[in-house]
Nanobody, 123 residues
Framework: QVRLIESGGGLVQAGDSLRLSCAAS????????MGWFRQAPGKEREFVGYISKRGDSQLFASSVKGRFTISRDNAKNTMYLQMNSLKPEDTAVYYCAARPLIPSMSRHDYNSWGQGTQVTVSS
């Protein structure tokens, strides 16, 4: 059974940085593309970024490009989301997701999800 656990969320001020982690178990981590999504109150879950299974390709939403980076450590079965220059509009629950082989921007293509971690950015 695939299990994804996010951690690292919290309350920060605008301009601060935060690093989220996603620990995976129950899967061959190196064979899975990983994605980050977020959901703000009253809004749909939206794509933040993804990383390929070997970590050699990433893609980001335009709203976070240049501020967020994604990395992964396949030896530790863990993915990271480094968030810099945080803005109040980044406030949301952040979710990691996994899908075999090929990354995707669509949340509908991911079949394994974590429970989410809250990120709140105050102005």
């Amino acid at each position: 059974q695939v299990r994804l656990i996010e951690s690292g969320g919290g309350l920060v001020q605008a301009g601060d940085s935060l690093r989220l982690s996603c620990a995976a178990s129950g899967l061959t981590f190196s064979a899975y593309a990983m994605g980050w999504f977020r959901q703000a109150p009253g809004k749909e879950r939206e794509f933040v970024g993804y990383i390929s299974k070997r970590g050699d390709s990433q893609l980001f939403a335009s709203s976070v490009k240049g501020r967020f980076t994604i990395s992964r450590d396949n030896a530790k079965n863990t993915m990271y989301l480094q968030m810099n220059s945080l803005k109040p509009e980044d406030t949301a629950v952040y979710y990691c997701a996994a899908r075999p082989l090929i990354p995707s921007m669509s949340r509908h293509d991911y079949n394994s999800w974590g429970q989410g971690t809250q990120v709140t950015v105050s102005s």
